[in-house]
Structures are given as C-alpha cells and as structure tokens.
C-alpha cells in the first residue's frame, strides 16, 4: 500500500497542472486523479474533443451588455476562454447570446425580470451580442460552424469551432419571420426557445405559467426551427413546453443544461425523469450541466452524469457546461475536461460512451435536424 500526495508522482501536462493549480478553495474536485486514466483521457480527447452544447465563453453577452449600460462589471476574458478550450481539446462549444440579458435581476430563486423590453430593445441586444461575438471567433481565429461538416473538421487538436447560440428566443418579439435571418445572415444554430424571461413562446420553469407550455407564437417558431434545421433548444421551459415542441418539432430536440429530479434532488432548473426519457425516445439529448445546485466538486459532477445516463442512457447525453455563467459551477474550467473523463473512465463509463457524452451525442442531433431541413 502506497500513499501519494496529489500531484507527487504524477507526470501532468501544463494544461493539467494548471487545472490542479487553481482549485483548492475555488472549485475543489473530489477525487484523486488516477494518472493512467488521465493519459486515457488526455489521448481520447486530443484524438476527438469534446462538443459543449450550452456555454458562454467569455462571457461575451456581459460585455455586449456593458457597452449599453455602462456598468463596469463586464469583462473581457474571452482569450482566456478560449485557451482554456485549446488545453482542454474542446472542438467545438455553443458561444450563446443571452436574448433577454438586459432586463434580468438576480432574486433569491435565481434570476428574475427586473423590467420588460422598450420595442426593438430586444433585437437590438440581440444584433450587438451576435456581432460581438462574431467578432470573437474573428480575433482568436474561431471557425464558425455552420455545417455539421464543419463540426467534424473540428477536433481536440484544432481551434475550437464556434457554434453560434441565443439563450431566449426574445429577440423575436414573437415573430417567427426573423428565424432565416437568424441562420443565414448570424449563422445562428442554436436557439434556447425561453430563457429566465417568461417570453411571447413559451412557459419557463422559473415563473408561473400563461400558456400551458407553447404559445401560438411558440408552436410557430419551433415549427419554423425545424424547417430550418435549427436545434431547439428547449432547456429552462416548463414541461409541458418540451413536450410540446416535440411534437411541432418532429425530430429530436436538446435540452442543454439540466439535470433529473431525483427522491434526494430536486431544483426548478431540473426535469423530470419522464421528460429526459421522452426527450431519448425521440432521438434527442438532455446536457448535463455542472451547476452548484446539490453539488460543490466535480466529483459531484461526475456523480450527476452517471444518474443522468441511468436516466435516459448512453446515446442521450451531452455536456452542457454554461461556462462562464454558472451558478457555483462544479466544472470551472474548460482546463478541467481531461480529468472530468478521467474520472468517468476510472468509474466505468467506458470510452465509446464517454465520447457520445463529449461530443458524438450532440454530433447526431446536429447533423439530423440540419438534414432535416426544408429551406
Ligand atoms: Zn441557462
Ligand atoms: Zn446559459
């Protein structure tokens, strides 16, 4: 029997060390790393990357936003980010516009309306944000991903690819017609149909209910998503709301950051285990997310992404990190991947699994509602 402290003995990469450097009072992780297993993981994810299906890298939408109001608070770390990304083989992360970032207040449930949009108000957020963070992917030298093509060019040794996403369909003002212009001018391919907003499409989890899940607008807007072979995102909406869409949807949709309700767990933010398995039953994918509600480490983590899978299996999970933007996050850093699929090899997940997680999961989703689509 040997005992060693927690970096003796191990050879790391700098990306790694880094990630150790950095925890201890911030973001502890939980578990001893085991040295073959993070070669393991370090060897799968240079070879594949990973694809985060909920994030905001940087954080651009604060600084978009501090542009307008002035407040300081916003601040520039995208080049962080993204050389988080390189050292930790992300191929690809959603970078996501918040629609409704402007008119949010934090409250003791999480997050609130402080106010309701002026008209145009919206859209005009909305056009600084995508233009904000087209510039990003220009500065740091970015692919866009337009194509699920252009996803699987990207891989654990490449920049990241930049997929680009609005939290809240707001920007909208219930009016299916501005979805082309979304896709084809903003390259937009993701879209979290309701976000902290109760907006003119749907319920959210976080407010009471007006519609019974979509509105009239809602169901047109989905409807017109999957023409354009958009991913629907339908994470932060009342239940009855996924339902719906996926019925209008017709095709497998995401829900990129959640977790099920468990006896022991349970947060507004979470669904239950009938939506996550009905989400599966179409083809679709629930992201796990690493937020601070009922956890602290990343072992916490990793525990989540177990029960998830029980859940809804294998073939219907994703990651869905909302880095930068997380409440306590559990996954801090872009530069703590290697370990998380350590830690999931170690436990058994197994490496084909490990990788519909990191990426081949979202990969599908993908490349099926962009075939899917009619214009
Ligand atoms: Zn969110
Ligand atoms: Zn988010």
């Given amino acids: 029997m040997h005992r060693r402290a927690l970096l003796g003995g191990l050879i790391l990469a ?25 070669a393991r993981a370090m060897t799968l994810l240079q070879r594949h990357g990973s694809v985060d299906t909920h994030a905001h890298p940087g954080r651009t939408f604060a600084r978009s936003l501090a542009a307008e109001a002035a407040s300081g608070e916003a601040v520039a770390f995208e080049a962080r980010a993204i050389a988080d990304m390189r050292a930790g083989h992300v191929a690809a992360a959603s970078f996501a516009a918040v629609s409704d970032a402007a008119v949010l207040k934090p409250t003791a449930a999480g997050m609130g309306v402080a106010r309701d949009y002026a008209p145009g108000e919206a859209l005009a957020l909305f056009r600084r944000q995508i233009a904000d963070l087209h510039r990003v992917a220009r500065i740091n030298g970015l692919p866009i991903i337009r194509t699920p093509e252009d996803l699987d060019r990207c891989s654990g040794g490449s920049a990241p690819g930049m997929i680009v996403t609005v939290e809240g ?21 993701i879209i979290t149909v309701v976000h902290y907003r109760p907006n003119e499409l749907a319920d959210n989890q976080t407010s009471p209910a007006r519609f019974g899940g979509l509105s009239p607008a809602g169901l047109a807007v989905v409807r017109e998503m999957a023409r354009l072979g958009l ?34 767990l349970d947060h507004p933010r979470f669904i239950t285990v009938d939506t996550a398995r009905a989400i599966a039953a179409e083809g679709g994918v629930v992201g796990s997310w690493p937020s601070g509600f009922g956890g602290t480490t990343l072992r916490d983590f990793v525990d989540r992404i177990f029960i998830l899978t029980e859940a809804v299996g294998p073939e219907h999970v994703a990651l869905g990190t909302d880095m930068d933007a997380n409440y306590r996050p559990t996954l801090s850093s872009y530069r703590q991947l290697p370990l998380l699929v350590s830690e999931l090899l170690r436990r058994g997940y197994g490496e084909d699994n490990v990788m519909a997680l990191a990426g081949g999961n979202f990969r599908r989703l993908f490349r099926t509602n962009w075939a899917a689509r009619k214009a």
Avoid at 172 to 189: F, I
Avoid at 237 to 255: D, F, K, S, T, Y
């Fill in 14 to 38: 700098p990306a790694v060390s880094a990630a150790f450097a950095q925890t201890p009072e911030q973001d502890p992780i939980g578990f001893r790393p085991d040295p073959d297993q993070l």
């Fill in 169 to 189: 369909g707001d920007f909208l003002s219930g009016d299916p017609a501005g979805l082309a212009a979304a896709r084809d001018r903003d390259d937009v391919r």
């Fill in 231 to 264: 991913v629907i995102d339908m994470a932060h909406a009342a239940e009855p709301a996924v339902r719906q869409a996926m019925v209008a949807a017709q095709g497998p949709i995401l829900c990129s950051h959640t977790h099920v309700k468990t006896a022991t």
